[in-house]
C-alpha cells in the first residue's frame, strides 16, 4: 500500500485535512475530534520539479458524524496553494472553505 501513504502523505493532502480539522463550522457540524474516515483517498498526485497539481477525495468523521472532502491544488515554483475545498456534511451542510 505504498500508493495510499505516498497519497496521505502529501503535502496538499495534509493541507486540505488540517485546513478541515481546524475550520470552526465542520468543526461544529461533524464536532471534533475530526479524523480520517477513508482507507485510502481517491484522486491523482503529479509533482515534478517545482510545479505540480493534485486533486484528491477523502471522507472525514467526528463524533456528531461524516462529512466527504474534495479539494484540488497546485504547485508553482515549489509552493502547493489550495485552489478548492470542499465539505460535503453527511445528511447537512454543504461547506466551501476558502
Known amino acids: 500500500?505504498?500508493?495510499v501513504s505516498v497519497l496521505k502523505g502529501s503535502e496538499p493532502y495534509q493541507m486540505a485535512l488540517?485546513?478541515?480539522?481546524?475550520?470552526?463550522?465542520?468543526?461544529?457540524?461533524?464536532?471534533?475530534?475530526?479524523?480520517?474516515a477513508s482507507f485510502m483517498p481517491m484522486g491523482n498526485f503529479e509533482q515534478k520539479n517545482s510545479s505540480g497539481k493534485?486533486?484528491?477525495?477523502?471522507?472525514?468523521?467526528?463524533?456528531?458524524?461524516?462529512?466527504?472532502?474534495?479539494?484540488?491544488?497546485?504547485?508553482?515554483?515549489?509552493?502547493w496553494t489550495t485552489t478548492e475545498l470542499e465539505v460535503d456534511v453527511v445528511g447537512g451542510k454543504k461547506f466551501t472553505l476558502e
Open 1 to 3: 500500500m505504498l500508493g
Open 54 to 79: 493534485a486533486e484528491f477525495q477523502f471522507d472525514v468523521s467526528g463524533p456528531k458524524g461524516k462529512a466527504h472532502v474534495q479539494t484540488r491544488a497546485v504547485m508553482d515554483d515549489g509552493k
Open 18 to 36: 488540517d485546513r478541515v480539522r481546524n475550520d470552526p463550522e465542520v468543526q461544529e457540524a461533524i464536532g471534533q475530534p475530526i479524523e480520517e
